[in-house]
Structures are given as C-alpha cells and as structure tokens.
C-alpha cells in the first residue's frame, strides 16, 4: 500500500493467490483485510496508526501478474523516531566519541568540539567571485578545522586531528588514489583511512592535521552510551533518504547524481515524492531472479504489515558507461546537485534501489523510461 499523507489517499495493490482460485471475496473493516476463496481464506490486520475508509474503496482493477489494484481513502499517521542528522546531533562544547558503522569499533575516542560549523556549499568561490568588486581574497585557499573544531559538509564531517594521539583503536592509514572533490582543492593525493578491526574505509587524511569523514561509515555517539548497531543498508538507506529529504525543502532540488571517489557517476536519483506512506509485508519474499541483501535473507517471513515514511524516487544506473549522453545533459543543468560518497557506498545504494525496484508489481517497475524504488526512514 503506497498512501500520500497529505492527500490521504492510498494505491492498494492484493497480490494474486498463488493458486488463481477464482471467484475471490474481498471483505474489509477499518483496521482489517480478508480474502476468502472456495479453499481457503486469509485475514491481514493493519498496523497502528492506520485505519481504511471501506466505503470509500473505487476503482477495482485486476492486472495479470500484479493482483488486485484498489484505490480508497484512509486516516494514516507514522510516528516513526528518525534517525538525527548530523548537523541535528551534534553541537559544540559536548564530547562524542566516533565508531565505525560496519562493526562498531571506536575510531576516535572522547572528543569535545569548541565549535562545531556548517562548510559553505560547494560553488561558494564562484559566488564569491560573482559578487566581490575586489580581488577574490579566498583564492586558491580551503577551509580547514582549527583545533577542537568541527566542520559539517553534506555528505562528510571535517575534524582536525593535530592532537589526536594515535592508538590501537585509530585506523592505520594506506595509499588511495581518491579524488577529493570537496572542499575545492588541487587535485592531489590522499591516503585513505581504514578500519583496523573490519577493514572499512570511513575517512581520509586531507592533511597531518585535518581528517575527513564519511557520514555514511561512522556513528558519532555521546560517551558511556551503548551504541545501536544498524545493519549495514537499513543504515546507508535511512541516512541516503534523509539527505535527499533534507536538500528537497531547503533548496527546492530533486535531481541528484551520485558520484564515487573514484570521479566516477554511478546513479541518476530523482526525487519524485516525499510525501509516502508505505505498508508492505515485512520479510516478504520476491519471486525470481533478483539481487537479495544480506539481511534480507536472514530475516523470517512474516504476514505482519509495516509502516514507515518512505520517498519515492526514480533513478538510472550509471554504471559500465550507460545512460552517459543524460549525465552529461544533468552535469549541465543548474537544478541537478551532486553528491560524492565512497565509491562502494554509490554500488550499496544501487543495490538497494535495484531491490526496492523488484520488490514492486511489475506494473509500478517503471516511469517514463526511469525505474522506480522506495527509499524507506
């Protein structure tokens, strides 16, 4: 079930009964489903927090190899606890301490920031230069942390590491030949920083006193809490949707292109609604040949429905050279924003909207030649 909250309306989609049993009874209540065939019949119950309006059920429309489509209205509302964000969580003069997100390693022990600031976007010498009537004084310059001090980007965090002893619990450092795309520098080298303990890349040593951090590989708790360890998608997927979420209301942008470190585009998102509700049957199983996550495959099926505010989006693989003439036309377009990530984190993104993908009725796959997924909060 994909509801609109605002709208509350909802698309009910009833898969078919694996043995074609017709006639098929539909019967609903509020908080109820029931189907009932000659042999057998099977009650859903809906989760809290939603109720259906029966009387308000029209357009019953039976498309082969999807089920029953219905449309009706309902009374819909998720409470779901997000996840912060990082310029939400954290704040100067408090300690934190930096884990790695694979598999909970410390990577920075107590840290208390001074000061913790937003990066400028990622054009700001342009405009500078758009709107200074004098030589542009932050030429050929980068902002880099002083001590104690924190910069927050939109896709990593800047932490200066002047006086950070390093331990058994801080990675080692090995050769990368990754881009630093921003902030805006000279093109040069940096050695990447890998976990000691699962060997996951987080990070990279700009500089010997400033390091970079991914926010998708790091969890950054208080002290003496007890971290809550994520699987490793729910993580990159809830963290992904928030920033798109994010970028929609404060700057109006719903395109994205989605590039590694390795310069390479890897995904063309488009944000087509953040306004979704979605109910669909935790641990269902999807018939044939698709790529299943690690944790999918581990989790029991259940007949237990789920809500959860989700965004719906359409995208476009990037990879092995395809689609190459519309990246090119999007990198020229001044309503599409990129967003760098580690280059293995673009492929775990494309996983999970390949799966979203599907998970659908083949009938919603597609639109207007993109492929459509749900990014689930």
């Given at each position: 079930?994909?509801?609109?909250?605002?709208?509350?309306?909802?698309?009910?989609?009833?898969?078919?009964?694996?043995?074609?049993?017709?006639?098929?009874?539909?019967?609903?209540?509020?908080?109820?489903?029931?189907?009932?065939?000659?042999?057998?019949?099977?009650?859903?119950?809906?989760?809290?927090?939603?109720?259906?309006?029966?009387?308000?059920?029209?357009?019953?429309?039976?498309?082969?190899?999807?089920?029953?489509?219905?449309?009706?209205?309902?009374?819909?509302?998720?409470?779901?606890?997000?996840?912060?964000?990082?310029?939400?969580?954290?704040?100067?003069?408090?300690?934190?301490?930096?884990?790695?997100?694979?598999?909970?390693?410390?990577?920075?022990?107590?840290?208390?920031?001074?000061?913790?600031?937003?990066?400028?976007?990622?054009?700001?010498?342009?405009?500078?230069?758009?709107?200074?009537?004098?030589?542009?004084?932050?030429?050929?310059?980068?902002?880099?942390?002083?001590?104690?001090?924190?910069?927050?980007?939109?896709?990593?965090?800047?932490?200066?590491?002047?006086?950070?002893?390093?331990?058994?619990?801080?990675?080692?450092?090995?050769?990368?030949?990754?881009?630093?795309?921003?902030?805006?520098?000279?093109?040069?080298?940096?050695?990447?920083?890998?976990?000691?303990?699962?060997?996951?890349?987080?990070?990279?040593?700009?500089?010997?006193?400033?390091?970079?951090?991914?926010?998708?590989?790091?969890?950054?708790?208080?002290?003496?809490?007890?971290?809550?360890?994520?699987?490793?998608?729910?993580?990159?997927?809830?963290?992904?949707?928030?920033?798109?979420?994010?970028?929609?209301?404060?700057?109006?942008?719903?395109?994205?292109?989605?590039?590694?470190?390795?310069?390479?585009?890897?995904?063309?998102?488009?944000?087509?609604?953040?306004?979704?509700?979605?109910?669909?049957?935790?641990?269902?199983?999807?018939?044939?040949?698709?790529?299943?996550?690690?944790?999918?495959?581990?989790?029991?099926?259940?007949?237990?429905?789920?809500?959860?505010?989700?965004?719906?989006?359409?995208?476009?693989?990037?990879?092995?050279?395809?689609?190459?003439?519309?990246?090119?036309?999007?990198?020229?377009?001044?309503?599409?924003?990129?967003?760098?990530?580690?280059?293995?984190?673009?492929?775990?993104?494309?996983?999970?909207?390949?799966?979203s993908n599907r998970s659908l009725p083949a009938s919603l796959r597609c639109m207007n030649a993109f492929q459509v997924a749900f990014l689930k909060m």
């Amino acid at each position: 079930m994909e509801i609109k909250k605002r709208a509350q309306t909802a698309l009910l989609i009833l898969g078919r009964p694996e043995s074609e049993s017709l006639p098929l009874d539909i019967s609903m209540t509020a908080a109820s489903l029931e189907m009932k065939t000659a042999e057998d019949s099977v009650r859903i119950g809906l989760p809290s927090g939603l109720r259906i309006i029966p009387s308000s059920c029209r357009g019953v429309q039976y498309i082969p190899g999807d089920g029953l489509h219905l449309r009706l209205q309902v009374q819909a509302y998720c409470s779901t606890k997000l996840l912060p964000t990082l310029k939400e969580s954290l704040k100067g003069e408090k300690s934190y301490v930096f884990h790695c997100q694979s598999c909970g390693a410390v990577i920075m022990k107590e840290r208390n920031f001074l000061r913790v600031l937003p990066l400028p976007s990622e054009n700001w010498n342009t405009l500078v230069e758009e709107w200074c009537c004098h030589a542009d004084p932050f030429a050929n310059k980068v902002l880099r942390p002083r001590d104690n001090d924190c910069f927050v980007g939109d896709t990593y965090i800047l932490v200066n590491c002047k006086n950070e002893a390093l331990s058994q619990e801080v990675p080692h450092i090995c050769s990368s030949n990754s881009k630093n795309h921003s902030p805006p520098q000279n093109s040069e080298e940096h050695a990447a920083v890998v976990c000691q303990r699962c060997k996951a890349t987080f990070g990279e040593r700009l500089s010997p006193d400033t390091m970079k951090y991914y926010i998708t590989e790091i969890m950054i708790q208080p002290p003496c809490k007890d971290i809550t360890m994520l699987p490793r998608s729910c993580y990159v997927e809830s963290v992904t949707a928030q920033l798109l979420a994010e970028f929609s209301s404060a700057r109006s942008t719903f395109r994205f292109i989605f590039e590694g470190h390795d310069g390479k585009v890897y995904l063309l998102l488009w944000l087509l609604n953040s306004d979704t509700l979605l109910v669909e049957t935790a641990g269902h199983v999807v018939s044939g040949n698709i790529f299943r996550l690690p944790e999918d495959r581990s989790r029991p099926n259940s007949s237990s429905l789920m809500l959860r505010n989700a965004l719906k989006v359409l995208f476009h693989a990037c990879t092995k050279n395809r689609n190459e003439e519309l990246v090119r036309a999007w990198r020229n377009d001044t309503g599409v924003h990129s967003l760098t990530f580690p280059s293995h984190t673009c492929l775990e993104l494309l996983l999970l909207l390949s799966s979203s993908n599907r998970s659908l009725p083949a009938s919603l796959r597609c639109m207007n030649a993109f492929q459509v997924a749900f990014l689930k909060m």
